[in-house]
């Protein structure tokens, strides 16, 4: 497969440098979601070909289908409980590297897997790397019983917060719920702006009926830049200023 614009060749440029940076001989590796951890995906499977011995722990079916498909051994995440590497990508990052993920619904497993990580890796075009998060509508996952009460619950503490808008049911284009790897609902939050990520993210999880959101704060390590021209650039944490 060949990227068609230059979005797709920065993308695939930070998937093929994580690929050849941090995968050695012998790693249990969590392998993101989304089209820019899928070129990682892509990459890692050439790899494979030509011979290295890892095993992946996909982060959706969508990535185990493509995983599967390319020939990369997989497991379970019960099989090996503690990964070397995840490799995922990201919607909105800052440069503390505090991020907003969930835009293709798999923030639970995504979670999940970076926690059980020893060690995590962004892979992302410099479009999603901002001041402050939070343009970006926040994904929620939520049981489907009870979610009308359970987004009522978000909507007051959104107020308590000072924003005052309420979380919106993501829907396919028939109309139908989205529903996720572990069949929930999303919930897709227009804050604006985030002015403390991790107060938030716990606050979240306190509410009955969430099951986990998007905010993925202290998770991320380093930050793979992929650039039209097919170069990345590999950047630490907190991030350049000169990249928000
Ligand atoms: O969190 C995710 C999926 O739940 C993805 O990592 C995120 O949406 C980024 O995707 P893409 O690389 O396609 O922009």
């Not at 050695?24 to 590796?29: C, F, I, R, S, V």
């Not at 619950?153 to 829907?171: N, Q, V």
């Not at 202290?218 to 350049?240: F, Q, R, S, W």
């Amino acid at each position: 497969m060949e990227p068609k614009t230059g979005l797709d060749r920065a993308k695939r440029a930070a998937g093929v440098k994580a690929a050849e940076r941090y995968c050695t001989g012998g790693m249990k590796l969590g392998l993101g979601s989304g089209t820019t951890a899928h070129w990682f995906v892509r990459a890692l499977a050439e790899r494979v070909r030509d011979g290295l011995d890892v095993v992946g722990v996909p982060t959706s079916t969508a990535t185990r289908d493509l995983a599967l498909e390319l020939g990369i051994p997989l497991a379970d995440l019960d099989a090996f409980p503690e990964l070397d590497l995840t490799v995922d990508g990201a919607d909105e990052i800052d440069r503390h590297g505090d991020m907003i993920k969930g835009g293709g619904a798999c923030l639970l497993w995504e979670k999940i897997v970076a926690r059980a990580s020893r060690r995590v890796v962004i892979v992302a075009d410099d479009a999603k790397i901002v001041d402050r998060l939070g343009a970006f509508p926040l994904p929620i996952e939520v049981l489907p019983f009870g979610w009308l009460s359970c987004r009522g619950l978000i909507h007051d503490l959104l107020t308590s917060f000072g924003y005052d808008d309420l979380a919106i049911e993501r829907r396919t284009r028939d109309g139908n719920p989205v529903i996720t790897d572990s069949g929930n609902y999303i919930l897709d939050v227009d804050l604006g702006g985030i002015g403390n990520p991790a107060t938030l993210a716990m606050q979240f999880n306190q509410i009955p009926g969430v099951i986990e959101n998007g905010l993925f704060v202290g998770i991320a390590h380093e930050v793979v830049v992929g650039n039209a021209d097919n170069t990345a650039d590999v950047l630490g944490l907190p991030l350049p200023q000169l990249v928000g």
